[in-house]
């Protein structure tokens, strides 16, 4: 259904079912699946792919190009998944040859006034809170927690399952299952109640704290907890998750708090 208002190229590929309000400009080469409703002033440009049943709230700019002097206007995607939330004047800008697509995932709220830099990867069941800035090629995995007013330095990862405090300015990678808060920002234990919330049992919430015991508490270099980690504690799947993020992080974790 689309108010008379509202702009929608021909070219466009809208599903029957989609609501558009009015004064919403929807351009060439963009998708939208079954479901979705698009607000007031929304600006939907060129390179837009959104998913089914999503809500997006007035304001927000999806596919603008990138705010990066290298882009040469290449063909690239904004791809929002199914049932995800924009909400008030939220930015997703698209990619660049560096990746070819910005991607927000499956069930996630990206609250208001938060921008997604060209070529991120946020993951499903992400929540960013509000004026949150992602720069670009920023990484964060399924069910992170993003608190408000944070800045992420373009190429961090932000893994699955964390815990960001509101404010943070974030300069390094931050391993999966923990809490990061603090100024610089730094490990503040585990994320053991959105764990428990996501159904991981008491074991492996132990588990998972014995293995940052080893990296953060034990007064050793990385290196040296990583060799003890895999000597001492069994395989997990946690526990090689945890290690694979470690060793293939290229801005390096962040450290205990000092």
Excluded: W
Aim: glycine content about 10%; overall charge neutral; proline content about 3%.
């Amino acid at each position: 259904m689309k108010q008379p208002l509202a702009y929608v190229h021909p070219a466009a590929k809208i599903a029957d079912s989609v609501v558009i309000d009015p004064f919403v400009t929807i351009d060439q080469n963009v998708e939208i699946g079954e479901g979705t409703r698009i607000g007031s002033n929304v600006t939907i440009l060129e390179g837009a792919r959104i998913g089914r049943n999503c809500n997006i709230f007035p304001g927000a700019v999806i596919g603008a190009i990138p705010q990066d002097l290298k882009f040469h206007g290449e063909e690239t995607l904004a791809i929002i998944g199914d049932n995800t939330t924009l909400r008030e004047c939220v930015t997703v800008n698209r990619g660049t040859a560096a990746r070819g697509r910005t991607v927000v995932g499956n069930n996630t709220l990206i609250m208001a006034y938060s921008h997604v830099a060209h070529d991120c990867i946020v993951g499903d069941n992400v929540i960013i809170s509000n004026a949150t800035q992602l720069a670009g090629e920023v990484v964060v995995d399924n069910f992170a927690v993003i608190g408000g007013g944070s800045l992420i330095h373009q190429f961090c990862h932000i893994g699955a399952h964390v815990m960001l405090q509101g404010g943070a300015l974030v300069n390094k990678d931050i391993p999966p299952y923990i809490k990061a808060a603090r100024e610089p920002i730094s490990y503040a234990g585990i994320n053991s109640v959105g764990l428990r919330r996501r159904n991981f049992s008491s074991d492996t919430i132990r588990e998972i704290q014995e293995i940052y015991r080893y990296l953060y508490l034990s007064s050793m270099n990385i290196s040296d907890a990583i060799d003890r980690i895999e000597a001492e504690l069994p395989a997990t799947k946690e526990r090689d998750e945890i290690l694979q993020f470690v060793r293939n992080s290229k801005r390096g974790v962040v450290r205990g708090y000092m």
